[in-house]
């Protein structure tokens, strides 16, 4: 389906040509004086200077072409604007092909494209933190919204499996059990099934490993050996890993899936691995790697550079590989198994440079064709209240299982106290809350911007916020039931000002979602809701409308309110939250 803008400014287009003017002068905007109409048309000024006319002459012929029917209001003003209020047929019909097309009638720009969007990289062995919530968050969002304008989606989770902190924690394991069978290099049995270790022991051991490494360079050097044995292949500390990895990931999936968020692909660095040394081979061929102080690197600086950009990294001196040669052996990876359109990345922006020289070395290589778009979001800091990076109140990093929980239980006592639900579906409804609580907390902001996490502001029922988004869903699914049959219900001419404008609003869905989209931000569809919603909340204080005694009439706010939750449902979904039956 065509956007309205777009219909209002095709006609608009056509009677400038018809009235003997450039076409290209018809370009319709929504008005920047609502007190006076809904959209408006500056064409006439422009188009003065070039036919040497009067713009209110210019728009007066043009306003003379425009059916009248479309229009509660077309009228050329001084010095030479059009203004344009919209009938109520006009969006009566425009809402009713809105309500029936399949998704709202947007138009599947993805179709036949691929993305994949990298939105994870927790590291293995190493609790989830607030510093992956939000491109967990982020990157769910714009995944569930590419994937609503067509596109083939694939959310890489691309897992941290394979650095130097699986060898930090096989040398820390090592010296306090030597005795196990993983470290006996003769050792030719089958190793236990069972993990020497527990989730929590793990989740010890590494910042133990961590500490140490720093005050002990004798014990950092068989951390760095242990590493280097593990990516070549040695059995034990392969068997070792993988029991780090599947405790790990386990309980990843547990977080993730409660903050309904899904992977597509679980691959991790470990699997771009065996990509690396064709790879090489590859670039160095082309000619591009060079020796620079032992290590093999790529140059990626340009003439254009403003700030120096040092080339990528590609083998280390001590012939080990890195993050940026395990990011370009994923894309290799990615081109291979998936062919995308487009590869998005999500992390934190102190990773731009990174992803600058690495996209760079990707180009320079042909390692991603010209074809495939390369994005990255890097996205902002969560502050706590005294605008310095979130800690717990002892200082530490907050795992995301605490922030989670704690979000929980705030919600929880709201939803006790207010009764707002029988006892045993406070849980329940608590989770739904707080998930929209924290994600619309996070996602209101534009992603690259660093934002306050405050727990009271997210999770109050007023304001802008998840809670009062829902609330508004709620409100209309109870008058919804109340009602009865309702999905069938034609849209209608709007019967007073606050339907007018809450039509005008639902109108606009396509137009946010698509600037939601070319934008990567999540917070326009936050935007959109906010407004929707409190245009839903007007309508329904000024409408008597489960009393409406003429039954016709009524039946036009039902299919309004019915057509305002599917569209709010949508939006939350697209942002990764649902909303509750009661709240
Ligand atoms: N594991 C990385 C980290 O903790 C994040 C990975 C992001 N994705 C990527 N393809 N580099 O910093």
């Known amino acids: 389906m065509e956007k309205i803008l777009d219909i209002i400014t095709g006609k608009m287009e056509r009677a400038f040509a018809e009235a003997?003017?450039?076409?290209?002068?018809?370009?319709?905007?929504?008005?920047?004086?609502p007190d006076l109409c809904e959209y408006q048309c500056n064409g006439a000024l422009a188009a003065a200077k070039q036919y040497k006319r009067a713009p209110i002459q210019i728009a007066n012929e043009v306003v003379s072409k425009l059916a009248a029917a479309d229009y509660d209001l077309v009228e050329a003003v001084m010095p030479g604007f059009i203004n344009?209020?919209?009938?109520?047929?006009?969006?009566?019909?425009?809402?009713?092909?809105?309500?029936?097309?399949?998704?709202?009638?947007?138009?599947?720009?993805?179709?036949?494209?691929?993305?994949?969007?990298?939105?994870?990289?927790?590291?293995?062995?190493?609790?989830?933190?607030?510093?992956?919530?939000?491109?967990?968050?982020?990157?769910?969002?714009?995944?569930?919204?590419?994937k609503f304008f067509g596109?083939?989606?694939?959310?890489?989770?691309?897992?941290?499996d394979w650095g130097l902190q699986m060898g930090l924690i096989i040398a820390e394991l090592q010296e306090r059990q030597p005795q196990l069978p993983y470290f006996d290099p003769d050792y030719t049995g089958a190793y236990p099934a069972e993990p020497p270790f527990t989730l929590t022991e793990l989740e010890q051991?590494?910042?133990?490993?961590?500490?140490?490494?720093?005050?002990?360079?004798?014990?950092?050097?068989?951390?760095?050996?242990?590493?280097?044995?593990?990516?070549?292949?040695?059995?034990?500390?392969?068997a070792l890993w993988r029991h780090i990895m599947d405790l790990s990931v386990a309980d990843m999936t547990r977080i993730y899936d409660d903050l309904d968020v899904h992977f597509e692909s679980w691959l991790g660095e470990s699997d771009a691995d065996p990509y690396i040394p064709a790879m090489l081979e590859n670039i160095k061929a082309q000619g591009l790697a060079v020796m620079s102080e032992g290590a093999l690197v790529m140059p990626v600086a340009e003439p254009t550079?403003?700030?120096?950009?040092?080339?990528?990294?590609?083998?280390?001196?001590?012939?080990?590989?890195i993050y940026a040669t395990t990011d370009l052996a994923t894309m290799v990876q990615r081109m291979a198994d998936w062919r995308p359109d487009k590869l998005l990345y999500l992390t934190d922006k102190r990773q731009a440079l990174h992803f600058?020289?690495?996209?760079?070395?990707?180009?320079?290589?042909?390692?991603?064709?010209?074809?495939?778009?390369?994005?990255?979001?890097?996205f902002g800091t969560m502050n706590g209240k005294d605008g310095k990076p979130f800690k717990t109140r002892e200082g530490g990093v907050m795992r995301l299982e605490r922030l989670i929980g704690d979000m929980t239980d705030f919600v929880r006592a709201k939803v006790v106290e207010n009764r707002i639900v029988e006892a045993d579906q406070v849980e329940a409804t608590t989770k739904i809350i707080a998930m929209a609580a924290?994600?619309?907390?996070?996602?209101?902001?534009?992603?690259?911007k660093d934002y306050i996490f405050d727990m009271d502001r997210f999770a109050a029922f007023e304001g802008n916020t998840g809670p009062y988004i829902l609330y508004t869903i709620v409100r209309i699914k109870s008058i919804l039931a109340k009602y009865g049959d309702w999905d069938h219900l034609p849209v209608q001419v709007p019967a007073n000002a606050q339907a007018k404008e809450l039509m005008l609003a639902l109108t606009r869905f396509a137009g946010a979602m698509e600037a939601a989209l070319a934008g990567?931000?999540?917070?326009?569809?936050?935007?959109?809701?906010?407004?929707?919603?409190?245009?839903?909340n007007k309508f329904y204080h000024e409408t008597p409308i489960l009393k409406e005694e003429d039954h016709a009439l009524q039946a036009g706010y039902i299919a309004l309110m019915g057509l305002a939750k599917r569209v709010l449902e949508q939006c939350i979904y697209l942002l990764g939250f649902q909303a509750p039956d009661k709240m």
Not at 20 to 33: K, P
Not at 520 to 535: F, Q, T, V
Request: hydrophobic residues 35%; glycine residues 10%.
């Open 305 to 321: 550079d403003k700030k120096e950009v040092p080339p990528c990294i590609l083998v280390k001196s001590d012939g080990s590989s």
């Open 20 to 33: 003997g003017f450039d076409a290209a002068f018809g370009r319709v905007t929504v008005s920047n004086r």
């Open 356 to 378: 600058e020289q690495v996209f760079r070395a990707a180009r320079k290589s042909g390692i991603v064709p010209p074809r495939t778009e390369l994005e990255h979001i890097g």
């Open 438 to 448: 924290l994600k619309y907390g996070d996602l209101s902001n534009q992603p690259t």
């Open 520 to 536: 990567s931000a999540p917070n326009l569809i936050c935007a959109y809701i906010y407004e929707l919603a409190g245009w839903v």
């Open 84 to 146: 344009l209020k919209l009938s109520g047929a006009f969006l009566a019909r425009y809402l009713e092909q809105m309500r029936t097309a399949p998704d709202f009638g947007i138009r599947k720009t993805g179709e036949g494209k691929t993305i994949v969007v990298d939105y994870g990289g927790p590291n293995v062995a190493k609790p989830l933190h607030i510093g992956h919530l939000r491109s967990a968050i982020i990157g769910e969002s714009l995944k569930r919204l590419y």
């Open 151 to 160: 596109w083939n989606t694939i959310g890489d989770i691309h897992l941290g």
């Open 205 to 238: 051991i590494y910042p133990a490993a961590s500490a140490r490494k720093k005050e002990d360079p004798d014990f950092a050097g068989k951390a760095h050996q242990a590493t280097f044995e593990l990516q070549s292949g040695r059995p034990g500390y392969r």
